[in-house]
């Protein structure tokens, strides 16, 4: 007999699981999926349909767990974190913005009750470093636990090297990579106060790996690269659970290509080709979009990738393959 595969993406179909309502588990605790399949609309259709899907997949399963997301009030990091919900993980958007962009709210709005839990807003710099590492220890505390971070914060200065300022890359470096630092490191104060084990993702760049042609932006690139590397040393002193039951912090690194964002929008605004430049550059022909990013990012931040840690995931249409 031959069977044929049904027409569906694989991440999609985990990432729409309902689950159970979110109540407080210890840390030690785990979950089952309870409910069956409900998407937002710009997925639902192509979901699989199934009066079995919760017993499918567990491991993908984050009901009754709690995140933290940076640069989450709109785009990529947004996206991450609409995919933690549906899973059905509580999650928490960071982001200096006053007030999130319309794009959270409609996003907080399709998060309830729609799906496993919730998606919350929280004011915060990472580039204050007391601040970042209050907001994410009230989170925890709040909560009684944090299973894990997806630091996506980010900013761009697209300049030739010549003409960077001082400030230019101080403002870079101080998001980019310390930021992110400063993230990571607060997060895990945090998880092995509470002895939590879980997950921290730290967002670079295919840039990281290669120059973009038709961008020049030296400090960026660079400071992908930075991060790409301390997610390894990260990983090296957080992954192995301790005799106290400390530790079990697994930390990743992904690294996506050019992506229909604000941030890559801004640059295609100032000069038309670079998105026909940027197409061509990759094997798909295309640039991605913020939502290709849920299943990857749900794979890294769940039990499903229990044995993975300082990894560098790239997700770039075969860009850097050629």
Known sequence: MLLRARPHSFAFGVSNLKHERWRPLGCGATSRFTRSMAGHAHVKERLPRSEKAQERFREFSLAGKVFAVTGGARGLGLSMAEALVEAGGRVYCLDRLPEPDEEFHAAEARANPDFGDSLHYRRMDVTDDANTEAVIA?????????????????????????????????????????????????????????????????????????????????????????????TRSLAMEWSEIKEDGTGGIRVNCLCPGHIETPMAKMVMEKDPDTRDLWASENMMKRLARPEEFRGITLLLMSDASSFMTGSTVVVDGGHTAW
């Open 138 to 230: 009230d989170i925890a505390a709040q909560n009684s636990r944090l299973d894990g971070l997806v630091a996506a914060a980010g900013i761009n200065c697209v300049a030739s090297a010549i003409d960077h300022t001082p400030k230019n890359v101080d403002d870079v470096i101080h998001i980019n990579y310390t930021g992110v630092f400063r993230s990571a490191v607060s997060a895990a104060k945090a998880m092995l106060d509470v002895k939590c084990h879980g997950s921290i993702l730290l967002v670079a760049s295919m840039s990281g790996i290669i120059a973009n042609k038709g961008m020049e932006s030296a400090i960026y690139n660079s400071s992908k690269a930075a991060v790409i590397q301390l």
